[in-house]
């Protein structure tokens, strides 16, 4: 599983104080994380015929911090397609949600981008190689 961090933007508290008096911080995040089945920072579609050929795959999206993270929208690359439409999403701490991407060239030539998520969250990955 790939997970790259990156600099936190937003940082809330949650401030407890225990039986003994005892003040304890806990930073709230939310932390994405993108990850493959085959756990490669890269999704491949390897082939497809233009103006002909479908080529679908799927990657998922989780929250690993501590607080709710919203997930606003999805950038895709020229020839890349949302297999199913994409709308702003809310996930809990630990959910995650599976994301298929169809891949639909209409002419011959390299599909090199970048899938780019854009969320609230405070850390960790939001992009994706896609190869085409």
């Not at 995040?29 to 050929?53: R, V």
């Not at 690359?77 to 599976?98: H, M, R, V």
């Not at 780019?116 to 190869?131: E, F, P, Q, R």
């Amino acid at each position: 599983m790939l997970t790259v961090l990156s600099a936190c933007s937003k940082e809330e508290e949650v401030t407890s104080t225990d039986t003994n008096q005892n003040t304890n911080t806990t930073p709230q995040l939310s932390e994405i994380q993108i990850s493959l089945a085959d756990e490669s920072n890269e999704l491949s579609f390897n082939w497809g015929f233009p103006n002909h050929d479908v080529v679908k795959r799927s990657f998922s999206i989780s929250n690993k911090g501590n607080k709710p993270l919203t997930i606003s929208s999805i950038d895709l690359p020229e020839g890349y397609s949302f297999t199913n439409s994409f709308s702003q999403t809310k996930l809990n701490q630990s959910a995650s949600i599976d994301i298929s991407i169809s891949f639909s060239p209409s002419e011959v030539k390299d599909y090199k981008g970048t899938l780019k998520v854009n969320s609230d969250a405070n850390s960790g990955i939001n992009t994706l190689s896609l190869v085409g």
